[in-house]
């Protein structure tokens, strides 16, 4: 069984930063791809940024592009999302998610995703 757990959500304030962590675990891990999601109160979840275990390329979001970034740490088998800038419309449950089997393009669809974290929430106030 697979499980990610994610770390590092909390209560930041407008142009500030959070450092959100995902740590993933069990015999059969196997990923392609690590990606993070968001879904804000009353809103569907969203795509915010994904990342490739080999080779390290990255996807992001419009709406995140040139405030957060994706990293991985092969070796820890953790990911993590760097937010810089935050504003107030960054407020959401923050989830990752792995996908396992290959795909040419960077799969910005939840669907594509096999396996998912319980969730840390972001406020970030004003």
């Known amino acids: 069984q697979v499980q990610l757990v ?4 909390g209560l930041g304030q407008a142009w500030g930063s959070l450092r959100l ?3 993933a675990s069990g015999r059969n891990f196997s990923s392609q791809v690590m ?6 109160p009353g809103k569907r979840r969203e795509f915010v940024a994904a990342i490739r275990w080999s080779g390290g390329s990255t996807h992001y979001a419009d709406s995140v592009k040139g405030r957060f970034t ?4 092969s070796a820890k088998k953790t990911v993590y999302l760097q937010m810089n800038s935050l504003k107030p419309e960054d407020t959401a449950v923050y989830y990752c998610a792995t996908k396992s089997t290959p795909l040419a393009t960077m799969p910005t669809d939840e669907r594509y995703y096999d396996y998912w974290g319980q969730g840390t929430q972001v ?4």
């Open 6 to 9: 994610e770390s590092g959500g």
């Open 21 to 23: 962590s995902c740590a």
């Open 35 to 40: 990606g993070w999601f968001r879904q804000a």
């Open 70 to 73: 994706i990293s991985r740490d």
């Open 123 to 126: 406020t970030v106030s004003s």
